[in-house]
């Protein structure tokens, strides 16, 4: 039995590259700390470092055969960076696409709600275009353009209470109109979902 602990890296390397497990278990024994350590700072997340560690000395036994190893340390630390590289690469690229969902997603949400205000803005329009002209012109002008009643009565040449009287009787008409519009409004909406 061989004392792998007492053979160089340049040696333990000629012996593992001939399938010897033993040689590479002492590779990995002397290696994993400093490799660990130097992956962790570039990466700055211990579990990451942990990872990546593993997947430089599963690529390392994985090749073993095809390896062409001149000075195992600088060997070792060459495949840890470019492990590093490859996994700052993937974790830029799974960055860009979750960034890209969201952005799509919220799109989709202003657009669906986009379609969902000209859809209810529709109705009510439809709804107060059965008013009379005055009562209509004071729901429009006060709730979908946003005018101050007193503006609406200069505009009108009504008198404030006549405009509150108008406004009232339209939201209660629109109200009444649209709890009944209410139900297909919602089953319009949740098909427009699926």
């Known amino acids: 039995m061989t004392h792998f602990q007492h053979l160089s890296d340049d040696e333990l390397a000629a012996l593992m590259k ?37 997947d430089t000395f599963m690529l390392f036994w994985m090749k073993r055969e095809t390896l062409e ?49 000209k859809l209810l803005l529709e109705i009510i329009t439809n709804l107060t275009n059965r008013l009379p002209e005055k009562c209509r012109l004071v729901f429009q002008y006060n709730k979908l353009q946003d005018r101050s009643l007193p503006d609406i009565c200069k505009e009108l040449n009504i008198s404030p209470k006549t405009a509150e009287a108008h406004l009232t009787k339209a939201l209660k008409m629109v109200r009444s109109n649209l709890s009944g519009v209410a139900h297909l409004l919602l089953q319009i909406l949740l098909m427009a979902k699926f």
Not at 23 to 52: C, G, P, Q, T
Not at 72 to 101: D, F, G, N, T
């Open 18 to 54: 001939e399938g010897e497990e033993g040689a590479f278990d002492e590779i990995y024994n002397r290696h994993w700390d400093k490799l660990f350590y130097a992956a962790h700072r570039m990466v700055k997340s211990a579990e990451v470092a942990e990872e990546i560690t593993q």
């Open 69 to 117: 190893i001149q000075s195992l340390k600088p060997y070792l630390a060459a495949m840890l960076r470019y492990e590093v590289y490859r996994y700052l690469a993937k974790s830029k690229q799974e960055q860009e696409l979750e960034l890209s969902i969201k952005q799509q997603a919220l799109t989709s949400v202003s657009m669906d709600q986009e379609i969902e205000n």
